[in-house]
């Protein structure tokens, strides 16, 4: 049972490169999410998508974009990356009730 | 501003004794709340949530109280286990899970003693 995937795991950046992380859930969920964790900051929302073809920013949107391929599928793109990005980036759906996490994405942008 | 608090960093326990965790929360449009558990390299996991229309939850050894009034919620572990070891993040969602995502607290780090 995958659940909610993300890739890659690392990634290390140079300031000004652009990555995109990918997130597919197996679970037939309508709402996926992107935060980030730093360090004694809990996760914050980056963006959200309620549907498939619906996007929204979350509260820390800036330097970043998402596409919500299909229903499985909700990628978070850095276009420039900055080092204010260095972070772990977790994706997760929803049950309405309750969201389940992907295994996070560490980045360090340098 | 934070709309979820958890104002302790860190909680020492003794294994086999009680373990309690305390989340405050601002926003009154908060209806649902849940607690998740990470460990260390791994996604947040779900433990237990509780609707604002009840004040107790309990499942197995984990039990949540709410205090609407005082908007604030507790996670109660008892016995505490070293499994039990990680960081506890409270969140809060509004019109009963929300589309528009959780919102989290910093998370308390729980530390099981031997």
């Known amino acids: 049972n995958a659940g909610v995937t993300q890739t890659p795991k690392f990634q290390v950046l140079k300031t000004g490169q652009s990555m995109t992380l990918q997130c597919a859930q197996d679970?037939?969920?309508?709402?996926m999410y992107w935060y980030r964790q730093d360090p004694g900051m809990g996760l914050r929302l980056i963006y959200y998508?309620?549907?498939?073809?619906?996007?929204d920013k979350g509260e820390v949107p800036n330097g970043y974009n998402v596409s919500r391929l299909n229903k499985r599928e909700f990628s978070l793109r850095l276009e420039s990356a900055a080092p204010s990005q260095t972070s772990v980036y977790f994706c997760?759906?929803?049950?309405?009730?309750?969201?389940?996490f992907g295994q996070g994405t560490r980045l360090t942008v340098v | 501003d934070q709309q979820v608090k958890q104002n302790s960093p860190s909680l020492s326990v003794q294994e086999g004794r009680i373990s309690i965790l305390n989340c405050d929360y601002t926003?009154?449009?908060?209806?649902?709340f849940l607690w998740y558990k990470k460990y260390p390299a791994e996604g947040p996991t779900f433990l237990i949530s509780?609707?604002?229309?009840?004040d107790k939850n309990e499942d197995g050894r984990f039990t949540v109280f709410l205090n609407k009034s005082a908007k604030h919620l507790s996670l109660h572990i008892v016995p505490s286990q070293p499994g039990d070891s990680a960081v506890y993040f409270c969140?809060?969602?509004?019109?009963?899970?929300?589309?528009?995502?959780?919102?989290f607290g910093k998370g308390t780090h729980l530390i099981i003693q031997p």
């Open positions: 998508s309620a549907s498939e073809g619906t996007t």
């Open positions: 969140a809060a969602s509004g019109l009963g899970g929300g589309a528009d995502g959780l919102t």
């Open positions: 679970m037939n969920h309508n709402s």
């Open positions: 997760a759906s929803d049950a309405e009730t309750e969201a389940f």
């Open positions: 926003n009154s449009m908060f209806d649902y």
């Open positions: 509780i609707s604002s229309i009840k």
